[in-house]
């Protein structure tokens, strides 16, 4: 499934433009049109398709001037570097990256594409036609521009239609380009525990690298970027980016599995980024006939710097990638069993939680690892999905009624691609696991990973899921995948046909997803893996949340989730409230703290509640039904970043606008003060300076003379001086429209 934007508009509005020469078709400009961003390409009088323009929005009389090739630099830089292409193929003297890069059957590996065709739909979806100058590879290249944000989705189609077959040795979704000037990467990376750390450079000669090796998306980085272009007018030094003003250029890659962005400066200074399939062990035979699409890159366009671009994102993920867009209800606030029994899971003790859960006010029960086979320990049991009759003699049923009568819907722990050695499945089907005959089979948390790209593996998994989903009334499933691949072999496979099982497995990933919401349309799903292992704009198309990191300690998590909003909607960010002191980094945090901390997402409660005491439930309660009121806003408005949590910080503030400014909620945060020093002013953002509003503070105080009411030019430019001191305290304030 791609960007939710309705294609048949290209069939219905189509112009056809067939190219009878290269040089027929050299003055043609295509342009596309979306919110305040103008995209255009055209065709040079080689035939190679070149980007010309990618920024603010043109005037409809705009003139862009004709491609054209540029010329040799050196013998050294020929004309074929030096030219940017929208989608090159490694041919010719190509010197930097390759959208595509090809063997076939008798030794060639030279592929220069040259446009055949070009549709246009209308201002928002093109479609271009290439093919090699002698050899029956094609390559379609789709462009679909969200008419709100300006957001434009670009991938590509490659066919082989010749007698015999072809190996793609990558395969890149899209090429952008940025013209020569000073520029500034930012990008996010990470590792267990701590991901969703903010990077920034200047981007140098050569090449940056952002990947994933590793079978799935991975923590290590994330595939996502954003460039902002310096207007300082220097010609040396850092060039930084700034969080609401500047020109950025931001992108998105929306695939689950390895996966590459490069930013390349190249020898003119330009720009080039590249993404789509890693190449790293990649090779995708085309036997005559066959094709391969590749996932979605998503770029965008910005002049209100990396606050306005993760705005845009964040509006285009709710309208366009999410399911049941572009109205996606909040998430419920969830409880989680795990930290109050980890693998101990039983009917009696499950009950108790949720009538604890159910008294502060929580909307969803989410029971954990445990339920299932004979899994006792994290040693045993995955891939045998039978409800183990020892902690629940009488199945699930007894429980999900018990936690319906509370009030609250009923969620399950799975994790459908992994199998334990230890287990009934692993004993029958050794042969269903990624491995190579005769190799060692790699062990990872005790477990190994199905195949999914073999059929019968995907059945099987498609099928537990369906008959568990079918024979009990399961609102929500959190899915979890806590291991990245190794020895990644599928002897079922021909041998030269092998490496599609980096395709294979994640579309089969996607395949079972829009089978499971297709026959059970009410069940919602989280994308776990170890965290925030499996976050990405592909896997979001088939899950209503994520989850952002196992390290729920709210210091940290303030960071993360400063980052996490970069790339990603505060609606899908589930964030927990944990047990103090918390058991990664020893610190003791009071649960007002690790509530507003949480609050700044989609809240969950994730403590021991057996361990709380009458304050702590008064407190939870209170705090959760003010949530309820303000979680719309939280959510789907407007991010401002208003103090960032980056070290080294002592402080951080956010504030959310709803859409229409009728409603603002500010968190504010001190790690430590020092000297007597407070929070610093805060001076609001986004509200309607003409109306007026009230001001209610849900957790801390204002300074003795901020006023009840005021108007937002008033809180945006007076600002708000929060009474706010000592050691990882939080304040939380609301603001409403009279």
Wanted: aromatic content about 10%; charged content about 25%; proline content about 5%.
């Amino acid at each position: 499934m791609k960007m939710k934007i309705v294609r048949t508009a290209m069939l219905a509005m189509a112009w056809a433009i067939c190219m009878a020469t290269a040089q027929a078709q050299s003055s043609q400009v295509l342009r596309l049109d979306g919110g305040n961003t103008t995209y255009a390409f055209g065709v040079n009088e080689r035939g190679e398709l070149q980007p010309l323009y990618w920024g603010g929005r043109l005037q409809a009389g705009d003139a862009i001037a004709a491609a054209k090739s540029n010329p040799e630099m050196a013998s050294f830089d020929p004309t074929f570097t030096t030219t940017p292409q929208e989608y090159a193929g490694w041919g010719a003297g190509l010197y930097t990256e390759a959208g595509v890069k090809a063997t076939f059957a008798d030794g060639n590996r030279d592929l220069v594409l040259h446009v055949i065709r070009v549709t246009q739909g209308d201002a928002t979806h093109a479609e271009v036609a290439l093919k090699d100058i002698s050899r029956e590879v094609y390559v379609t290249l789709h462009y679909a521009m969200d008419a709100e944000t300006g957001i434009l989705g670009r991938w590509a189609t490659i066919e082989n239609k010749g007698p015999q077959p072809v190996t793609l040795e990558q395969a890149a979704a899209a090429q952008w380009t940025l013209p020569p000037a000073r520029y500034a990467l930012t990008y996010l990376t990470g590792r267990w525990g701590g991901e969703w750390t903010l990077n920034q450079e200047t981007i140098q000669g050569g090449e940056r690298v952002l990947e994933s090796r590793r079978g799935t998306t991975g923590h290590q980085a994330n595939p996502w970027f954003a460039i902002s272009r310096d207007r300082s007018g220097a010609t040396s030094g850092p060039v930084t980016a700034t969080e609401e003003s500047g020109e950025v250029w931001f992108g998105a890659l929306a695939w689950s599995g390895s996966w590459r962005i490069t930013v390349e400066k190249t020898q003119l200074d330009a720009v080039r980024v590249t993404g789509g399939f890693n190449p790293f062990d990649f090779g995708y035979k085309l036997k005559a006939g066959e094709a391969l699409e590749t996932p979605v890159f998503y770029g965008g366009y910005t002049a209100h710097g990396l606050g306005g671009a993760s705005r845009l994102l964040h509006r285009f993920e709710l309208t366009k990638i999410l399911p049941n867009g572009p109205e996606p209800k909040p998430r419920p606030v969830i409880y989680n069993s795990w930290e109050a029994t980890e693998f101990r899971v039983d009917e009696a003790g499950q009950m108790a939680l949720a009538e604890k859960a159910a008294s502060i006010g929580v909307d969803r029960f989410v029971m954990d690892d445990g339920w299932f086979g004979q899994r006792a320990t994290d040693h045993a049991g995955l891939g045998d999905w039978y409800v183990n009759k020892e902690k629940f003699p009488r199945g699930l049923k007894p429980l999900i009624d018990k936690v319906h009568s509370l009030g609250m819907d009923f969620g399950l722990w799975v994790e459908p691609e992994m199998v334990n050695p230890d287990s009934d499945l692993y004993r029958k089907h050794p042969e269903w696991v990624l491995n190579f005959p005769g190799r060692p089979r790699t062990e990872s948390r005790n477990q190994l990973i199905l195949n999914l790209a073999r059929a019968d593996v995907r059945e099987y998994v498609a099928g537990f899921l369906d008959k568990l989903l079918t024979e009990n009334d399961i609102a929500f499933l959190k899915w979890d995948y806590n291991r990245n691949w190794s020895e990644p072999g599928w002897d079922q496979a021909a041998p030269d046909e092998q490496k599609k099982v980096y395709v294979a497995f994640i579309r089969n990933v996607y395949g079972i997803l829009a089978e499971l919401r297709k026959k059970h349309p009410k069940v919602e799903i989280e994308s776990c893996s170890g965290g925030g292992g499996r976050v990405d704009l592909g896997i979001l198309q088939y899950t209503d949340e994520v989850w952002p990191s196992d390290n729920t300690d709210p210091f940290d998590r303030l960071a993360m989730q400063d980052g996490f909003t970069y790339a990603y909607t505060p609606q899908i960010m589930m964030a927990w409230v944990t047990d103090s002191p918390h058991w990664l980094n020893g610190r003791a945090t009071s649960l007002t703290y690790r509530m507003l901390s949480s609050m700044q997402g989609s809240l969950g409660i994730g403590a021991n509640l057996n361990k709380w005491n009458a304050e702590d439930f008064a407190t939870a309660k209170r705090l959760i039904a003010a949530y309820h009121d303000v979680q719309r806003t939280i959510v789907r408005g407007e991010l401002y970043r208003l103090l960032s949590p980056r070290e080294p910080s002592e402080f951080s503030a956010t504030e959310t606008v709803a859409r229409d400014k009728s409603q603002a909620v500010v968190f504010a945060f001190t790690q430590g003060t020092q000297k007597g020093r407070g929070l610093p002013l805060l001076q609001l953002r986004g509200l309607d300076p003409q109306a007026k509003y009230k001001l209610t503070w849900i957790e801390g105080k204002g300074t003795p003379d901020t006023p009840a009411s005021a108007s937002g030019a008033w809180w945006m430019n007076h600002g708000v001086d929060v009474a706010l001191r000592g050691d990882f305290q939080g304040a939380m304030l609301r603001l409403d429209r009279e």
